[in-house]
């Protein structure tokens, strides 16, 4: 959140160079406060573990948030109770001409596909192409993000060796970002996945801008210039034990998986894995509901 400060404090100068939020009274006493609409389109098989990581996050600021869990249409959705999809979700039909301040378009582990081989992948593409005039910003998580980087710029999704499969150190490569703000040097975030993005299409996509980069596991936070789209090609989301919970699943399943990358104590899978990026996915969290969603969108959402 911002500090308040009086209008002509010299500190104002000093704060702003710094990257620290500051609101002068002019601006504080103008606005008005309202509760955030943020939709997620939950894309995960496993829905009820991926609507906690996720309000986990999201519940973490002084923000109140209120949240529309958005589901696709006539898909069967195996892993969950048809109850709990029946009660908490609702279809793109019902909320199309509604607005939203947020939204969340998360992964789903059809990245073996190509996009259109997807069975929702038309259905996904309204909703991309309607979040443009009807919400605020658009934060995609992993391979939610590649297909926004696909629909929205062109960018194409590549098949990796192996599976990126850690945890893995990041720098920050474009700074001062608002996006950025509090975020150390170097952070550590969780990546879980079988493809990336062509670097080179990115690289010469000149409404993108790439935050922050790892040497290993190459771009993973991805902005449009206004903050329109963010995109996020690891998974902030996870908790401490998801990793090794899919190390487990594919071990005990006749998979080859690689042991996690920097995850386990010692690379030893008998020891409990240490948490290293809790803080920064909150972080990250918090200064887009912040300073992508509520500093930007209007009082009167139907304006967005």
Not at 127 to 139: A, E, Q
Not at 168 to 177: L, R, V, Y
Not at 189 to 208: F, T, V, Y
Not at 259 to 274: A, E, G, I, T
């Amino acid at each position: 959140m911002p500090i308040k400060i009086p209008n002509n404090l010299p500190a104002t100068k000093t704060l702003t160079k710094e990257n620290i939020f500051v609101m002068t009274e002019n601006r504080a006493v103008k606005q008005d406060i309202r509760p955030l609409k943020i939709a997620i389109l939950n894309l995960m098989p496993f829905k009820i573990s991926a609507e906690i990581q996720l309000m986990r996050l999201l519940g973490n600021t002084p923000l109140q948030v209120d949240i529309d869990l958005i589901k696709i249409k006539n898909h069967e959705h195996k892993h969950t109770p048809p109850e709990h999809m029946a009660t908490f979700y609702k279809t793109f039909d019902e909320i199309k001409n509604s607005k939203y301040d947020g939204l969340i378009i998360n992964g789903a582990p059809v990245e073996n596909l190509a996009f259109t081989d997807v069975i929702y992948w038309d259905e996904l593409c309204k909703i991309m192409d309607w979040s443009t005039t009807n919400v605020t910003s658009t934060l995609h998580i992993c391979w939610g993000a590649m297909a926004g980087l696909n629909y929205h710029y062109g960018i194409d999704k590549v098949m990796l060796d192996f599976k990126m499969f850690g945890i893995f150190q990041h720098k920050i490569i474009s700074k001062p970002k608002i996006l950025l703000r509090g975020f150390s040097d170097t952070f550590y975030a969780p990546h879980s996945r079988w493809s990336g993005i062509d670097e080179n299409q990115l690289a010469n996509c000149k409404d993108l801008e790439v935050l922050a980069y790892s040497n290993r596991a190459g771009s993973y936070l991805i902005s449009s210039k206004r903050g329109k789209q963010i995109f996020v090609l690891g998974h902030p989301e996870y908790e401490t034990t998801r990793i090794a919970d899919e190390y487990n699943r594919d071990k005990s399943e006749g998979k080859s998986i690689n042991l996690p990358y920097n995850y386990y104590p010692n690379d030893d899978d008998k020891l409990k894995p240490v948490n290293t990026w809790n803080a920064h996915s909150n972080l990250l969290f918090a200064n887009w509901l912040n300073y992508y969603v509520y500093q930007i969108t209007p009082f009167d959402v139907m304006k967005i």
